[in-house]
């Protein structure tokens, strides 16, 4: 081999070298996203996804969030997405519902970001939660949806200075609040509350669950219109099934 066909050859050699190393880099790095991302790892076949459930290892050791009874046999578990304006038409009825029937129901909501459409799904489900840990999870809960067009689109910086204005607004600890944001508890139970949705088979939002039967579209769509009287039929037949007394009306 003369110089030159060397020189040639060694070139080629440490080119090759340098694009398969930044595959393996590339590949790596993907698989630890995607390791983040994805569910932690739980044998879900001994997980009862109808049921409250408490804070585990595996959902970061941060527990259901209940409105209500979280005693109650009568569940209603909502998995939802706050960027998601089919929630957000949804919330003003279910949350009457839920205040309603907080004596007798429990009352669940699971993060289940759509990422693909609502860019800003997951970092809403991570300040709710953040929020959580100071006690205020439900605050937060109805402040994001009810100020949904607010936020939606916004990016960066101003995205994360406004979640922190909405943290002063109801009083908490700004800065535990942008700490937790970032933690890997809070990123560990969104992708917890999405593994256990995929395992009931929930493909949008919001999707319900009421003691562990689906419910119907149309009913979410009455719901939605801001009736809510044939979900409340559906809780109060589950309410007399258990023999727990309906809520007194005014």
């Known amino acids: 081999m003369d110089i030159v066909s060397y020189k040639e050859s060694a070139f080629v050699s440490k080119k090759t070298w340098i694009i398969f190393t930044v595959i393996v880099i590339g590949l790596l790095t993907a698989l630890v996203i995607s390791s983040r991302s994805a569910n932690p790892d739980t044998d879900f076949s001994n997980v009862d996804t109808n049921s409250v459930l408490a804070a585990s290892a595996a959902s970061g050791t941060i527990a259901d969030q209940v409105f209500g009874n979280k005693d ?29 029937y907080k004596g007798q129901l429990a009352f669940v909501y699971r993060n289940f970001p759509l990422s693909a459409n ?50 002063e607004i109801l009083g908490l600890d700004t800065a535990k609040f942008t700490t937790d944001l970032a933690s890997e508890s809070i990123s560990q139970k969104i992708s917890f509350d999405q593994a256990l949705g995929k395992k009931t088979g929930v493909n949008s939002t919001p999707t319900f669950y009421l003691n562990g039967v689906e419910v119907e579209s149309g009913i979410i769509k009455d719901l939605q219109s801001g009736s809510g009287a044939q979900l409340r039929a559906l809780i109060d037949e589950q309410l007399k099934k258990a023999g727990i007394s309906l809520p007194k009306t005014e």
């Open 72 to 100: 109650s046999k009568v569940v209603l578990i909502e998995y939802g997405d706050f960027q998601c304006p089919a929630c957000a038409s949804a919330h003003p009825g279910l949350k009457t519902l839920a205040e309603q």
């Open 118 to 167: 609502h860019p800003n799904a997951r970092a809403s489900s991570a300040v709710a939660e953040a929020a959580g840990l100071q006690g205020k999870y439900w605050e937060m809960h109805d402040y994001l949806y009810e100020n949904q067009s607010a936020w939606s689109d916004l990016q960066g910086n101003i995205r994360t200075d406004t979640f922190t204005r909405y943290a």
